[in-house]
């Protein structure tokens, strides 16, 4: 899903809008991350089932936090950013660069190419 977002970048004490668009995962894509990390632990219980002893432990470990995972993974992916993209004007060397980011969590941080100046991305919440 695409969004038109209004984007802010905050160089130490100055903020200053960033125009940019943000892609966030779908439903589907989250939904399909929690299902693989809940598959993923039981196939791992089902594959430890003939062995002799680690069966004892791992099976039912498996079986339990299968779908703990799956809910954690699908929480995790709805706050996940599948990529920002935007430029700005550095208030230290005056240069513009360019702002991308992909699969990342809030809050983002980067540094200008050219000066190293720290920054930080601010999303606004009302466009996701």
Partial sequence: MTAAASLAI???GTTQNLPG??????MKTMLFKATKAWLGLWA????????PVVHLVVTPLGLFFGPIMGILVFFK??????SLEGEADC???????????????PPIYGMCP???????VL??????
């Fill in 123 to 128: 999303v606004d919440k009302k466009s996701e």
């Fill in 91 to 105: 208030p230290q060397c005056h240069k513009k660069f360019k702002v991308q980011f992909e699969d990342v969590l």
């Fill in 44 to 51: 791992v219980a089902l594959i430890c089932l003939p062995v």
């Fill in 21 to 26: 668009q943000v892609h966030l995962p779908g």
């Fill in 77 to 82: 992916s709805r706050r996940m950013i599948k």
């Fill in 10 to 12: 905050k160089f130490g």
């Fill in 114 to 120: 050219s000066c190293k100046a720290g920054y930080q």
